[in-house]
């Protein structure tokens, strides 16, 4: 079963917009909560990553709002630009004999217009 | 430079074919990890493995077999028995709670 939910699959705004993705997650034992940021054709990279010991983390123009009690955390980008278009996915891990090995959600497929 | 190397990048393959996809890193990174991705459904974990010579299954393991004979190699084959074989396949590799790195994937489709 899905252990992370993420949504909207996805999304439209004009530049300087803020996009906002959400993610929810079952499992109180995740401990590490990333988002990764995807272009076509390529791995996907590690944009920012919070634990859950924070309710906020910023880098750049990239936020991560973290709610425990009600186990979601969402990714706000600031000022979006064209060049921020990708498909954008949250992920869960669990601090366990799993391998530390992450759970993806579904991705956000992001489009920034001019 | 460090990284996570996949190989091929793209590969066609019959059906009723074994084939198999190279990784090798250089990151000195104990854990590696075989994702696939197919749209709208993010990434599924095929296999994982932690040290040498030890593997788990993952969510998607039917169809698929790993090795793990060395730190910076980790195979996969995908085998006449996976029905849907036609994705693009991830490599990634990670050291404990570090980032989890990946290739820049393999894309495999059945003819």
């Known amino acids: 079963q899905q252990q992370v939910k993420q949504s909207p699959q996805s999304l439209i705004v004009q530049k300087g917009g803020i996009p906002i993705i959400n993610c929810a997650y079952e499992?109180?034992?995740?401990?590490?909560f990333p988002w990764y940021q995807q272009f076509p054709g390529k791995g996907p990279a590690l944009l920012i990553a919070i634990r859950p010991d924070v309710s906020e983390k910023k880098e750049g123009r990239f936020t991560i709002s973290f709610n425990k009690s009600a186990k979601q955390f969402s990714l706000h980008i600031m000022d979006s630009q064209p060049g921020d278009s990708a498909t954008y996915f949250c992920a869960a891990s669990l601090n366990s004999n799993s391998g530390y090995a992450l759970n993806f959600g579904k991705g956000t497929s992001l489009l920034v217009t001019p | 430079d460090g990284g996570i190397t996949q190989s091929p990048k793209y590969l066609f393959r019959k059906e009723g074919q074994n084939v198999t996809l190279s990784c090798e890193q250089n990151?000195?990174?104990?854990?590696m990890y075989w994702y696939r991705q197919d749209p709208g459904q993010g990434l599924r974990l095929i296999y994982y493995s932690q040290i040498v010579n030890d593997f788990q299954k993952g969510d998607i393991a039917e169809g698929y077999s790993v090795s793990r004979e060395k730190k910076e190699s980790f195979p996969l084959t995908v085998t006449s028995a996976q029905k849907n074989p036609t994705a693009f396949y991830l490599c990634a590799s990670r050291q404990g709670f570090g980032e989890l790195f990946f290739g820049e994937g393999s894309r495999l489709t059945v003819l």
């Open positions: 990151l000195n990174h104990d854990a």
């Open positions: 499992n109180t034992a995740f401990d590490y």
